[in-house]
């Protein structure tokens, strides 16, 4: 809890306090758009009494999230996360994304490598033999001519 620095003839603005060391309360960060909005409401209608219990709830859980965000946020700032020693280079993958990632990087493995491809090999190979006989008749049409 943090204690506010006033003069001793000063008041404090929230709980009246007139002293040095004021501890009302800890002072809060942002906690985002959802929380304010929800403070807002209950401003406007009264108090979080006034409130329904699915909106209070649903002020809780807003209330949550963004605590949740915060504690990951200045979490993030101390542990620095290394990437994953997978094919996804993530943490967070399904089943079929990982698989996909597997496939992706054998397909650029065998471009790397020089892998046999059969399909392209006989493509290759029907494209040869169609010059071939294409020469061929060329010649044959020359010596006729």
């Known amino acids: 809890m943090k204690t506010k620095k006033l003069k001793s003839w000063q008041k404090c603005e929230s709980c009246g306090w007139k002293g040095e060391d004021c501890t009302c309360g800890p002072e809060y960060p942002a906690l985002g758009k959802d929380v304010l909005a929800f403070r807002k409401l209950a401003e406007k209608e ?24 915060l504690q990951a946020a200045s979490l993030r700032k101390v542990f620095v996360e290394k990437p994953a020693h997978c094919a996804s280079g993530t943490n967070f993958n399904s089943g079929k994304a990982i698989l996909a990632a597997v496939a ?29 006989q294409a020469l061929a008749a060329q010649a044959e049409f020359k010596q006729a001519a």
């Open 104 to 132: 992706a990087q054998n397909a650029a493995k065998a471009k790397t490598l020089g892998i046999f491809n059969q399909q392209a090999a006989n493509m290759k190979y029907e494209a040869a033999m169609a010059l071939k």
């Open 46 to 69: 009264g108090g979080l009494k006034a409130l329904s219990i699915m909106a209070r709830k649903a002020y809780g859980n807003a209330v949550l999230n963004a605590v949740r965000k």
